[in-house]
């Protein structure tokens, strides 16, 4: 399997963080870039005053700080997260500002554009497209993606059905580039797993909402520690494209988890999700099948201290068990 230079080198573990949709910021991104895993963000995140480009400065000044200082350990690449679909209308401007910037990596979503790919291309970025079934990653590959996420049944927000497993097999047997999976990555055992499955990285996100960085509220957070699987409700209502989301905020939001109608996927909305003053993310909070790892609300370095010690525990346990001859 072949992964960029990007993707491997200065990283602590193998895991990139996912952007997670009103909660990664600035501060967020930069810690777990210092943590060794590759931090990201939405552009969409920066919103009114706060500007996709300030954004941008703030992380690339930091991390460049921060790589200055410790020559020995740089931090990890960044990434952010843009959104493809015909509603984005900023999608134009907030691309001319990472080729301005040259972020490392930008990930798609809810589209393939090549003209998207090329401009990342030109000055030396990576793109990675995510994906929920095999059909999506070969429309992807072919108009330029250099590497795929394969959201898998369990991953928070936006996700597919499928099993990790059948997915990553299918995509495999075609594709040799770099391959990510998302899915109820909560531990480091689960990053192991994943690269045991054939993928390069794993791609953690709801492990870190319960981070003092994450800009998320406090009840959100303590009900991601408190939760687990079964606290879960997979839906297409609140935005019109079927996602994860916990048990609990549905339910303060008035509405039954067990009985919801289905949403119309013609009318995708990123804001309100067509239902009143409840708006996704906001008052409904997406999560993924993977939370029962998460124990307490803790620093981003703790945070990825904690799956960097599994991931080796892990390791060193299937090396016991499997002795080739």
Request: glycine share 10%.
């Amino acid at each position: 399997m072949s992964l960029p230079d990007i993707l491997k080198t200065n990283l602590k573990l193998p895991a990139v963080a996912s952007p997670l949709f009103i909660i990664s910021c600035p501060e967020l991104v930069i810690e777990q870039c210092k943590a060794g895993v590759v931090g990201s963000f939405p552009s969409l995140n920066a919103r009114g005053e706060e500007s996709f480009e300030s954004w941008l400065i703030q992380i690339t000044e930091a991390l460049a700080e921060y790589d200055a200082a410790n020559p020995d350990s740089p931090a990890a690449p960044f990434a952010v997260n843009l959104i493809v679909h015909r509603s984005n209308n900023r999608l134009q401007e907030d691309l001319a500002l990472c080729v301005k910037y040259k972020v490392p990596v930008i990930i798609t979503s809810l589209g393939a554009r090549p003209e998207i790919n090329e401009a990342v291309h030109s000055y030396g970025g990576i793109v990675l497209h995510d994906i929920i079934n095999n059909t999506f990653a070969r429309k992807a590959v072919e108009k330029g993606a250099d590497g795929l996420i394969a959201v898998a049944a369990g991953a928070g927000g936006h996700a597919g059905t499928q099993s990790p497993l059948a997915l990553i097999r299918e995509i495999r047997e075609w594709f040799d580039g770099p391959l990510l999976l998302s899915g109820a990555i909560g531990s480091g055992a689960s990053i192991l797993a994943a690269q045991a499955m054939g993928a390069d990285l794993g791609y953690v996100g709801s492990a870190f909402i319960a981070t003092k960085e994450a800009r998320a509220v406090d009840d959100y957070k303590d009900c991601i520690v408190a939760s687990g699987a079964e606290d879960i409700v997979y839906s297409n209502l609140f935005t019109g494209v079927h996602g994860n989301y916990l048990k609990p905020s549905i339910v303060n939001a008035g509405m039954d988890p067990d009985n919801l109608p289905e949403s119309d996927p013609s009318k995708m909305d990123f804001g309100s999700g067509g239902n009143g003053d409840k708006k996704a993310w906001k008052d409904i909070w997406g999560a993924g099948q993977g939370i029962g790892a998460v124990k307490e609300v803790q620093r981003t370095a703790d945070l990825v201290a904690r799956l960097r010690a599994e991931y080796h525990v892990a390791y060193g346990q299937l090396a016991k068990i499997y002795r080739p001859a």
